[in-house]
């Protein structure tokens, strides 16, 4: 056992961890984070994307004890309590979601996306996403809502 | 299912076959049963029968699968043992472990091998055909009448469903004795009849819970490994549960399509189509579950928009070491859509006409519905002249073709394809019924409670809608349960894109009757007629006809119902049941393909899609987005293949060419609105009319972009791999 100690949705975190466990699994099991989906074992559909100081990243794909001293944000930390970040708010307003699975990937994506580019165009947006899958919406409402988020200005 | 709390639950792990065909000589399970509380059952341990197919007709009921391998494996993800652990780790750990002893037999791959019936799956069946559809017998003197006569294949790839959730289940015993089961699924009731018919309990015993689910897709009906987990948590009296990983998923998971489609069709110089033959040979994997009935459905819709005077299918199923294959999105109607299609194409390409005005001089005409098929389809309603229409004005055709003709002109290396596919699907296919009750709250708001399923499509929205219009209730104060047994009485689930056309209709006329009820429950209130009350949906109240201000609202009405225990007097259940529909529209597809390379891109998707009255647009136009591109997918991206010895070359989703957001473009989405008489609401089902449409029109439109290097078919997916070889077939 490796012990870590990391901030995770602004809140400091201790925790003894296995050498071979993956954030995802930490996230999960440990912290009880469940939003943090696994679709993949091969760092390919993005469901378990988190952001680690601020950088989007596939938490299946690193060791927990990697953001040891990090800043880590799931999809839980997003919302300022009943009002929802303006990135979740677009996915809801342009129906950028049906079974919801890889919805947390693709909204923290989102938001490293605009953050490195607040205005992108429908080609860079869809290139920026190109590391989630969705196998529901066929990306269309996606794409809306990454445009509609970046019209709210949620990349400023 | 991995997000429930189920205190103390073991972790099952299947230990899955590494060769596709083999003889199980001997399992070790010595080495994974000394790490700490690991367990290993294997078919020696088990007290159940098979479990066979499901009881389609005509299928071989020799060709089930067994819950676990006996003696023999068939394909690459075949269950040899389960590993039971305390945690995912060490299950995977000791799974490992476990020695298999393997004697290797000859597999085999290719559906036309099977056919030999050299190697045989199950010997003593003595044939790998495990069912047949349509009839084997000639019309020598089909294509008699015949001035033009084409034919060709289509091979509609075999692809891995891709639930973005891969499945998971979770079971446990209560103190009562009955048993939970939560599956990732999309019928938890079918679900419970067939556990309990399979554990040999009684249904009561069972209860199944469908939770939230990340997809399905027709692949999440109820398999070996969900049985296995219910009867584990029976046997061993603890929880237990099970996810599997997405390697796991790509080969454990039902595939879709995998069926080889010969065409011949004749028709007149004038473009009039006489008859056409169809020859399925349907690819079935290591065991004939649902796949080896699909060859019925596209069969059945063999004639597609047209009609079609004389009609011959014939279709086989054949077992092979691979994969089973179950549905997926579409099952069995984008086959008959991709063969007829491209059938249609090359028989206006053999005539020099433009696809487009073959397509009109056979269209079954607007005015002849109902109408019967040559290939004994009954179809309710349609305008399939009128969906080809606006589709066209829609993509700008004619500009279109400006514009290919000047690039053909010009002999650019970027050539443009255009690509028309008309189509038309079954939803509700086996004349279902579906379950619905209403119920008004004590805070006068409404429960439904539907046997239909949702795992993404958004019933929690439709079904409410439905509900909320009839009662003249907000969209919020109406709540729509599902997935529980214990709680909803009966149902069916999700499949076969029937779900509002039967569900949403079973839940509207539950409301129907509550807003009756509630009117005799106000008129003995008011003390007036129960034929002299009406409802004001603006304002959420009932009162008497004529004068409003005596009245009562649902909140008041639902209060006071309570205080007098007579608001169980608002509640009713229905059942719907009703003939199938026939959803259509007409997809154009426009490609750009480089002739040096093969490259293909995708500019533009135009669809139409009719699938009677919207219920909700954005949900359905959801809906219609998924699905076509699950058709592009088809068409230029995603192939499940095997070597010769069954090994799977694409089992993860670095290999298997699952398209991102990158790989497509936006989609243009045209609504058209053409009810069916079939159901009070007026709707068709949407789920599955993308993938269908989508997949031919760009199936064609690169074929059409490769016209003038005689390049006749490029085989599936229309990738630069197949493109750049058609090229190079059609320069020797």
């Known amino acids: ?156 | 299912m991995e997000n429930l709390p189920l205190e103390g639950a073991l972790t099952v792990t299947f230990v899955r076959s590494l060769l596709a065909h083999a003889k199980i000589a001997g399992i070790d399970a010595t080495a994974a049963e000394a790490l700490p509380n690991v367990q290993v059952l294997t078919a020696a341990d088990m007290d159940l029968g098979p479990y066979g197919p499901p009881p389609f007709p005509g299928v071989n009921p020799g060709m089930g699968r067994p819950l676990l391998a006996v003696d023999r494996v068939r394909f690459v993800g075949d269950i040899i043992a389960i590993v039971i652990s305390d945690d995912r780790a060490t299950g995977v750990d000791a799974a490992e472990l476990v020695s298999v002893d393997y004697d290797p037999l000859p597999a085999v791959v290719s559906p036309h091998e099977s056919a030999k019936d050299e190697v045989l799956l199950f010997p003593e069946v003595g044939t790998n055909v495990a069912a047949r559809a349509g009839s084997p017998e000639h019309d020598e003197e089909l294509f008699g009448e015949c001035e033009v006569v084409v034919s060709g294949t289509v091979v509609s790839q075999r692809m891995a469903p891709c639930p973005l959730e891969p499945r998971s289940a979770a079971a446990e015993v209560g103190p009562d004795g009955r048993v939970t089961a939560w599956l990732s699924t999309q019928t938890p009731h079918q679900d419970r009849m067939v556990l309990a018919g399979t554990l040999g309990l009684d249904p009561a015993q069972v209860r199944v819970i469908g939770p939230d689910v990340g997809g399905g897709f027709g692949a999440k009906m109820l398999n070996v490994e969900e049985v296995l987990v219910v009867w584990l948590a029976r046997r061993l009296g603890r929880p237990v549960r099970w996810t599997e990983t997405r390697s796991e998923s790509m080969v454990a998971l039902p595939h879709g399509r995998a069926a080889r489609l010969e065409f011949t069709l004749g028709g007149s110089r004038d473009g009039k189509v006489l008859a056409y033959r169809l020859e399925i040979l349907q690819d079935c994997g290591g065991y004939a579950v649902l796949g080896a009935f699909l060859p019925n459905l596209t069969g059945l819709m063999a004639s597609g928009v047209y009609a079609i005077p004389r009609i011959e299918v014939e279709g086989r199923s054949v077992l092979t070491n691979t994969t089973p294959i179950s549905a997926f999105r579409g099952a069995g109607r984008p086959e008959a859509s991709q063969v007829i299609e491209r059938a249609i194409d090359t028989f206006a390409a053999e005539l020099g006409m433009d696809p487009a005005e073959v397509r009109r001089r056979n269209f079954i005409p607007k005015d002849a519905f109902p109408y019967t098929t040559a290939s004994h389809a009954n179809y309710d309603s349609g305008d399939y002249e009128g969906a080809l229409e606006l589709a066209l004005r829609s993509v700008g055709y004619e500009e279109l073709r400006d514009e290919q003709r000047q690039l053909r002109e010009q002999a650019a290396t970027t050539q443009l394809g255009i690509g028309i596919s008309c189509y038309v699907e079954i939803t509700n296919g086996i004349d279902e019924t579906e379950f619905g009750e209403v119920e008004i709250t004590p805070d006068g708001g409404a429960i439904v409670r539907t046997g239909s399923f949702s795992h993404g499509q958004g019933h929690e929205t439709t079904f409410a809608m439905i509900a909320a219009e009839r009662l003249g209730l907000p969209l919020e104060k109406v709540t729509v349960h599902k997935g529980d047994t214990d709680e909803i009485a009966k149902g069916t689930g999700t499949y076969g894109s029937k779900s509002t056309q039967i569900g949403g209709a079973a839940a509207g006329l539950a409301a129907d009757d509550v807003l009756e009820l509630a009117k005799q429950l106000v008129a003995d209130y008011l003390e007036a007629s129960p034929a002299d009350i009406v409802l004001d949906p603006a304002a959420g109240r009932l009162h008497v006809a004529g004068d409003p201000s005596i009245g009562i609202s649902w909140a008041d009405l639902a209060s006071r119902a309570s205080a007098d225990e007579r608001l169980a007097e608002l509640k009713a259940e229905r059942e719907f049941k009703a003939g199938p529909t026939f959803p259509f529209g007409a997809h154009i597809a426009v490609v750009e393909v480089d002739t040096e390379t093969g490259r293909v891109e995708l500019r533009r998707l135009v669809a139409v899609d009719d699938a009677g009255t919207l219920i909700n647009p954005l949900i359905a136009e959801g809906q219609v987005h998924g699905g076509i591109a699950t058709g592009v997918a088809q068409a230029l991206y995603e192939n499940f293949v095997y070597d010769e010895d069954g090994n799977p070359l694409t089992g993860t989703f670095v290999g298997y060419a699952f398209p991102s957001s990158a790989d497509l473009p936006s989609w243009e989405a045209v609504e058209m609105e053409t009810p069916t008489p079939l159901n009070p609401l007026g709707a068709k089902g949407i789920g599955e009319s993308g993938t269908i449409g989508a997949t031919p029109a760009v199936h064609n439109a690169v074929v059409d972009a490769l016209t003038p290097f005689g390049v006749r078919n490029v085989d599936l997916p229309a990738n630069g791999e197949n493109v750049w070889r058609a090229l190079q077939e059609a320069k020797e």
Do not use: W
């Open chain 1, 1 to 156: 056992m490796t012990q870590i100690v990391l901030t995770v949705n602004g809140s400091r975190c201790e925790a003894d961890v296995e050498p071979r466990q993956l954030l995802a699994y930490f996230l999960r099991d440990q912290l009880g984070l469940k939003g943090t989906n696994v679709g993949c074992d091969t760092t390919s559909c993005g469901a378990c994307t988190v952001l680690v100081d601020g950088e989007s990243v596939k938490s299946c794909t690193v060791f927990a004890v990697q953001a040891d001293g990090c800043e880590v944000t799931t999809v839980e930390g997003l919302a300022q309590g009943e009002e929802l970040h303006p990135v979740q708010q677009a996915f809801h307003e342009q129906h950028a979601l049906q079974c919801g699975y890889c919805t947390p990937g693709f909204v923290l994506a989102t938001i490293s996306l605009l953050k490195e580019n607040p205005n992108p165009s429908e080609v860079e947006i869809r290139d920026g996403l190109e590391g989630n899958l969705c196998r529901c919406t066929g990306y269309h409402n996606i794409v809306k809502a990454v445009q509609a988020a970046a019209r709210a200005g949620a990349g400023a």
